[in-house]
């Protein structure tokens, strides 16, 4: 059985999601303790426990001790099933969060797997945007070998949530090593700025000009989608996501949402700055993405490499696991001022 201290590294909930995948997808039964204990408010939070139970029934788990608040679980899985599934988290926990759970186990489902997640967070603190998901970490995965198709079909924010998505999923479990070893050229930046039920006060135009005025004030122009949205009457919010294509197919990205008493310039600047930092550090693999990727990488055959910006807690936190659980071996050198990232054959 795997025993997983929570409160190691990070102590966050990525301990227990990457713990959880890989149990699935290893068929290793887990036990893990200490749950988010380095948190305000440690334990399973309700996106912890949807996204323990969906797994549970993707991979016909049994489990002891998934609910509310609890610190300890065993999960026990059996085999990996495609198939529909559905997910209510009722509060504005983080959709994304979900997803970044269940994805990996599904690479490696029988059948094709499709999931509806609703009443939950789509853009949310802590959390990348649901664009984020779906113009820059999906299409990585894509290049892997893992085929999705992301549909938002309303975006929910912070403190009620309500947002709702689906998502397929066509399952490889032959993924294709990464290989992202130079920045290259760029060839394409874009975005998509939103705003929900704000139309009337110009939210997600203002975000998108900030950030094209920024983006051009350092060289760079961008073409940012600009989506008024009407999806969800009883929750208001916004967000942006910014991304950019080279010629050597590397794909970074950044985002913002939208909060109370913060001008939208400032949201639509502060995603600018943040994209621009890693265009100018020439990272193939932004700070956000880096341990998003390691599971897949740890999963893929072969030898797969990055270099990105920052040695994130989160990053030490899932090459640690994944070495552990996987048996795998990465390598983490220093290229000049990024990290090189490399999972070995």
Not at 98 to 111: E, G, K, S
Request: contains cysteine; hydrophobic residues 40%.
């Amino acid at each position: 059985m795997l025993e997983i201290d929570g409160s190691q590294k990070s102590g966050s909930g990525t301990i227990l999601r990457l713990s959880v995948a890989m149990s699935a997808i290893s068929l290793k039964p887990l036990h893990i303790y200490n749950i988010r204990r380095k948190r305000p408010k440690p334990g399973l939070k309700p996106q912890h426990l949807k996204a323990v139970h969906v797994a549970a029934e993707i991979c016909n788990a049994n489990t002891k001790g998934v609910k509310i608040g609890s610190e300890e679980l065993w999960f026990f899985p059996t085999k990996i099933s495609g198939g529909r599934y559905h997910v209510e988290i009722g509060t504005a926990g983080s959709i994304p969060m979900v997803l970044m759970t269940v994805l990996p186990i599904c690479a490696f489902a029988r059948d094709p797997v499709s999931i509806d997640v609703s009443r939950g967070g789509t853009d949310v603190s802590y959390s990348p945007t649901i664009n984020y998901l779906r113009y820059v970490f999906l299409p990585i995965l894509g290049t892997m070998g893992l085929k999705t198709k992301l549909t938002v079909h309303k975006y929910g924010y912070y403190p009620k949530g309500l947002g709702s998505i689906s998502i397929r999923i066509q399952p490889n479990p032959k993924l294709s090593p990464l290989r992202l070893e130079k920045f290259g050229v760029l060839k394409l930046l874009g975005g998509v700025s939103v705003c929900t039920f704000l139309a009337d006060r110009h939210v997600a135009e203002r975000q998108a000009k900030a950030a094209s005025n920024f983006l051009r004030s350092r060289g760079y122009e961008c073409d940012i989608n600009i989506v008024n949205d009407y999806s969800n009457p009883k929750q208001k919010g916004s967000s942006i996501t910014l991304f950019a294509q080279t010629d050597s197919n590397v794909l970074i990205g950044s985002d913002a949402i939208g909060e109370l008493r913060k001008p939208s310039e400032t949201i639509g600047k502060n995603a600018a700055e943040d994209l621009v930092r890693e265009i100018e550090a020439r990272a193939t693999v932004d700070a956000h993405l880096a341990d998003m990727l390691i599971p897949y990488m740890a999963l893929a055959r072969g030898e797969s490499v990055f270099l990105t910006r920052s040695m994130t807690d989160h990053l030490e936190t899932n090459i640690l696991l994944a070495q552990e659980i996987l048996e795998v071996k990465f390598d983490i050198d220093r290229a000049g001022r990024l990290y090189r990232i490399k999972k070995n054959e």
